[in-house]
């Protein structure tokens, strides 16, 4: 049973700065309810710094939402877990699965790292031509720079959306 990578990566928003998953794609990948899976987190709520995992707030939640149930969706907030929260899920868990998908979550987390080292890259050399040539190229750089600018929440969900 086999999670491809990309299918995780579509999983991973960028908020308040960080990278996180939710808890009810979290609990999807781990073959859990969400309910057991924020359990398990509460009981173990000292595992979990801020840096580790926050609750999202309604405007937050509100921006990133996909669809609500005609019953009205979920009643809580969800939580958004860091990297380092992800990591520390697969102890509170402790089932085999929960270790296996981590892992499959940990290089998901890295290859994404991994591209933005390489856009860096990318894009300091643009900045190097852009500021060795004429100033008539000056469209096309800002043109360039526009496609490598980090993704907002909403241009994610819009990209998410034309995946599927």
């Not at 892992?103 to 990318?122: D, E, K, S």
Request: glycine share 4%; hydrophobic share 45%.
């Amino acid at each position: 049973m086999l999670i491809a990578v990309e299918r995780i990566e579509s999983k991973i928003f960028h908020i308040r700065g960080r990278k996180v998953m939710f808890d009810s794609d979290l609990a999807m990948l781990y073959g859990v309810e969400t309910k057991y899976l924020t359990r398990q987190v509460r009981r173990n709520i000292r595992r979990f710094p801020k840096d580790f995992m926050f609750r999202l707030t309604q405007n937050e939640f509100l921006r990133c939402q996909n669809v609500t149930s005609k019953r009205g969706g979920r009643r809580y907030l969800p939580y958004a877990f860091t990297e380092e929260g992800v990591a520390m899920l697969s102890g509170v868990l402790n089932c085999d699965r929960a270790i296996w998908v981590n892992i499959q979550i940990m290089r998901a987390f890295v290859n994404l790292r991994r591209i933005a080292l390489t856009y860096t890259g990318l894009k300091r050399k643009i900045e190097a031509m852009e500021n060795k040539y004429d100033a008539q190229f000056k469209v096309v750089f800002e043109a360039i720079k526009a496609l490598l600018s980090p993704v907002s929440v909403k241009e994610q969900k819009v990209i998410k959306d034309f995946r599927q």
